[in-house]
């Protein structure tokens, strides 16, 4: 092996070039050198030629040179295509695209795009979401654009007027609720887990585990805003102001019965294990209150985790955050999302 010594920057860089690969590994290995890893290069390859031994499946990608978006998420603009490209498993395709449910199509199944040698040459491809049965707008870049999906003729869909999307406190500030008369008339556990969770971060309302569930922030709730206001919680409805009638009564004196030792045991005063029994009823019917406020919002088992689903986003069932569309990959979610969801995943390994 030939010295250092003397080296410039750029003879060391020639020699170190001219070297063959095994040569290199070598000198890397006795110079204690550490490999730089190459970044994993994430660019789709549009255009390029059709490769038979790896998935056939046709994709779609924005084209990079051009910054025009469409309007409407739905509608996707200058689309390129390329081939997936990933190992083959069975039948020409990824394992990705045999199961995959963000790739899935209501109509044209597991291939919506077809496959990249199958010579299709369309204005446009459509692809309906299995999970939110939307559908989306492949418009091919060249080719043109039917009048429906131009972006000057692109009307937003209305809502649909669900039991979801009408809930009372969905766009209510905490500020504009009346936490009084929620608390006076048992109605803390009609409101959704974000607003709970927003009115306990305001008022550092403490809890005792860090998987908090709904039942929490209702039982903690509630002890705090009748401290606030000084409610009982076993008060008894306001009574109305009419004077009882009263009723005659006869001189007969009243005939004593005998009781036993038991039966003399005041009603109000019951034992440590009644006591137990007590608190274990109610918060199993909190428990089950709040799993039947669950069965009206749907749900989507994402990567093996569940989430509830609201206007096509995949929102936490415990802390009620929006994370990303359920029709994309969560490595395409925002960096929150994506946290969420890793930390998520790394709860449920843990558990299996």
């Not at 290199?24 to 050198?33: F, I, N, P, S, W």
């Not at 498993?89 to 795009?113: A, M, W």
């Not at 995949?314 to 994309?328: M, V």
Request: glycine fraction near 4%; aromatic fraction near 8%.
């Amino acid at each position: 092996m030939a010295s250092t010594a003397g080296f410039t920057k750029q003879s060391w860089l020639d020699f170190f070039n001219g070297l063959e690969p095994n040569e290199k590994e070598t000198l890397v290995k006795e110079l204690g050198l550490q490999k730089i890893p190459q970044k994993k290069n994430k660019t789709k390859t549009p255009n390029k030629p059709f490769n038979p031994n790896l998935c056939h499946a046709r994709m779609f990608c924005d084209d990079p040179d051009s910054d025009q978006k469409h309007p409407s998420k739905y509608i996707h603009s200058n689309q390129i295509a390329y081939q997936c490209c990933s190992p083959i498993v069975e039948d020409g395709l990824c394992k990705l695209c045999l199961n995959s449910k963000k790739r899935k199509c209501t109509e044209n199944g597991i291939t919506p795009f077809g496959k990249y040698n199958d010579q299709q040459d369309p204005d446009f491809f459509t692809r309906n979401s299995v999970d939110s049965n939307k559908k989306h707008v492949y418009l091919i870049k060249g080719k043109p654009i039917p009048e429906e999906y131009k972006s000057d003729n692109t009307q937003t869909t209305p809502k649909k007027n669900t039991k979801k999307n009408t809930t009372k406190d969905d766009d209510v500030s905490i500020d504009d609720i009346d936490w009084k008369q929620k608390i006076t008339n048992d109605e803390i556990k009609k409101l959704k887990v974000k607003t709970l969770k927003t009115f306990a971060q305001k008022n550092s309302i403490p809890f005792n585990t860090d998987k908090i569930k709904k039942s929490d922030y209702i039982r903690e709730i509630e002890i705090f805003l009748r401290n606030k206001y000084d409610i009982n919680s076993n008060s008894n409805p306001p009574q109305d102001d009419t004077p009882p009638v009263e009723t005659p009564q006869d001189d007969t004196p009243p005939v004593e019965t005998p009781q036993d030792d038991e039966s003399t045991q005041d009603i109000n005063e019951t034992t440590p294990e009644q006591t137990n029994n007590l608190y274990h009823d109610d918060d199993h019917f909190a428990e089950n209150e709040d799993d039947d406020d669950d069965e009206d919002t749907p749900t989507i088992e994402i990567q093996g985790v569940m989430y509830h689903i609201s206007d096509g986003f995949a929102i936490d069932i415990t802390t009620g955050d929006k994370l990303g569309p359920i029709d994309e990959d969560p490595d395409d979610w925002k960096s929150a999302g994506r946290k969420i969801h890793a930390k998520n995943l790394e709860i449920l390994q843990k558990n299996m």
